[in-house]
């Protein structure tokens, strides 16, 4: 069983930039899609990125696309973390962001986070004007 920890976010003016990490323990991310998903109060859970953990395609929700970038840390033989690094932010991208995992991939379904199994505890990033 993998547990997810993610790490990086905060407070940055609109225009800023941040790094989101989505750390696994318990096990490594292996032949999975690791997800970011961002909410807030009240909305619908949001897919906004996704990478299938060994392979280079990507996924983006529509409103990040251009701006927020995900990646895997290929240092070692085996990944254990996942990046999301956002550019451009604005008061829009304020939100709880979590990551998850899905097996057995991403593919067109990738938004849907009734897919996701694992999750973490989310991560707070609040944009301001």
């Known amino acids: 069983q993998v547990q997810l920890e993610e790490s990086g976010g905060g407070s940055v003016q609109a225009g800023g930039s941040l790094r989101l990490s989505c750390a696994a323990s318990g096990d490594t991310f292996s032949a999975v899609c690791v997800a970011w998903f961002r909410q807030v109060p009240g909305k619908e859970r949001e897919g906004v990125a996704a990478v299938r953990i060994g392979e280079p395609r990507t996924w983006y929700g529509d409103s990040v696309k251009g701006r927020f970038t995900i990646s895997q840390d290929t240092a070692a033989n085996t990944v254990n973390t996942v990046y999301l690094q956002m550019n451009s932010l604005n008061p829009a991208d304020t939100a709880r962001y979590y990551c998850?995992?899905?097996?057995?991939?991403?593919?067109?379904?990738?938004?849907?986070?009734?897919?996701?199994?694992?999750w973490g505890q989310g991560t707070q990033v609040t944009v301001s004007s």
């Open positions: 998850a995992t899905a097996v057995p991939g991403c593919g067109p379904s990738w938004s849907n986070h009734w897919r996701y199994n694992y």
